[in-house]
């Protein structure tokens, strides 16, 4: 299971950190991901991490603004997210994966989701 949490409500050029606890067969998890879905657009992926190594990727809106982490010992992905922009207003999901595909490739486990807005 994947609990996603640490949305809210800021103003343009906040930050906030996203948190995505990962419960169950962890051991088994090969990447995980932070995705977003704004009102009547199509889900898009932020940002992927590798569960082991430090290979990260991220898609070009977010890059030097986000930054995606892990703790392996706490078993949770976090997504830093610094100079916010009312674009990135969002529903944000974290994701998680056995497989060894790409970072932005289909995922199988899927959070609930968290609110994120950015008012201008």
């Known amino acids: 299971q994947l609990q996603a949490s640490g949305g809210g409500l800021v103003q343009a050029g906040a930050s906030l950190r996203l948190s995505c606890a990962a419960s169950g067969r962890t051991f088994s998890t090969n990447r995980m991901a932070w995705f977003r879905q704004a009102p009547g657009k199509e889900r898009e992926a932020v940002a992927g991490i590798r569960w082991s190594g430090n290979s990260t990727l991220y898609v070009n809106s977010v890059k030097g603004r986000f930054t995606i982490s892990r703790d392996n010992a706490k078993n949770t992905l976090y997504l830093q997210m610094n100079s916010l922009k009312p674009e990135d207003t969002a529903v944000y999901y974290c994701?998680?994966?056995?497989?060894?595909?790409?970072?932005?490739?289909?995922?199988?486990?899927w959070g609930q989701g968290t609110q994120v807005t950015v008012s201008s």
């Open positions: 994701a998680a994966s056995p497989r060894y595909i790409g970072l932005f490739a289909t995922y199988e486990y």
